[in-house]
């Protein structure tokens, strides 16, 4: 069988998805803007966004998959899609890496343009069949070197440029984070932070004694604008995230919805 038809069938069936012959697909054609390109042929986009999330060794299946739960929820919430729509281009382009290791750093679902609940929905599809792998250390600089190298070969332009950065503990290997940080800075690269705050530890792995939310606020972000959105438990992680993307996507005052908790 073909392996689109698999793929599709599957989105289908976990209602990631919609046949493409329902009422919902003319509103969505309806929502789209023509697409403008820039001088170099890129394609325009009010943001350009790497979900640059962890998975090494603290962080176990179970959790990886509620992140990437959390993802999917947070980019399919009506605020979010709306915040996407009400942009100058109307739509951005995401991807997701899971990172860990100085040489793990690997695409779960490559870049995708998302317009309308439509193209969430295919995202989230993407996201719902990857296989999981895990690493075992935590190489925050080079999560953030390969992140600027997929900015700079993919085939978008974006107003700005954001890497989300999400973990739960500070780097113990991998190229410099300090240099990695100045690199996004100076490419005026915005590098946010979600700490996860979390009382289990994996028993193969010292315990994280530091607080890591101050870790990601003084030693991680960096760029225009950037700023921290801590979580603790599931619930509580898709908040936190809806929130720091519909900051992101509307390019606001992190304070203007951070401060109101």
């Known amino acids: 069988m073909n392996p689109l038809m698999v793929l599709t069938g599957l989105a289908l069936a976990l209602g990631l998805t919609q046949p493409a012959a329902s009422g919902d697909d003319f509103d969505d054609i309806q929502l789209r803007r023509p697409v403008e390109y820039s ?14 999330v962890d998975v090494s060794s603290s962080i176990d299946e179970a959790e990886a998959r509620r992140q990437r739960d959390g993802h999917v929820a947070a980019l399919a919430d009506p605020d979010v899609i709306d915040a996407i729509q009400g942009g100058g281009y109307g739509r951005i382009a995401i991807m997701y890496l899971e990172w860990a290791d100085g040489d793990f750093q690997r695409v779960v679902a490559p870049w995708t343009v998302i317009e309308t609940e439509a193209d969430a929905r295919v995202f989230a599809a993407t996201l719902a069949v990857a296989p999981f792998i895990s690493g075992r250390r935590t190489a925050i600089g080079a999560a953030i070197e390969s992140s600027i190298e997929l900015m700079d070969t993919n085939g978008y332009e974006g107003m700005r440029r954001v890497v989300d950065i999400s973990g739960d503990g500070p780097q113990n290997s991998g190229p410099s984070l300090s240099e990695a ?65 519909i900051i992101e996507i509307a390019g606001l005052d992190p304070a203007l919805i951070l401060g109101n908790g």
Request: charged share 25%; net charge negative.
């Open 39 to 52: 001088p170099e042929g890129l394609e325009m986009v009010d943001l350009e966004l790497v979900l640059a």
């Open 181 to 245: 940080r100045a690199t996004a800075d100076d490419r005026r690269i915005t590098i946010n932070g979600l700490p996860i705050v979390s009382a289990r530890q994996n028993p193969f792995r010292p315990s994280v004694r530091i607080d890591v939310a101050a870790y990601f606020e003084n030693e991680v972000i960096a760029g225009p604008g950037a700023f921290i959105s801590p979580s603790n438990e599931h619930d509580d992680f898709v908040q936190a995230l809806r929130k720091k993307l």
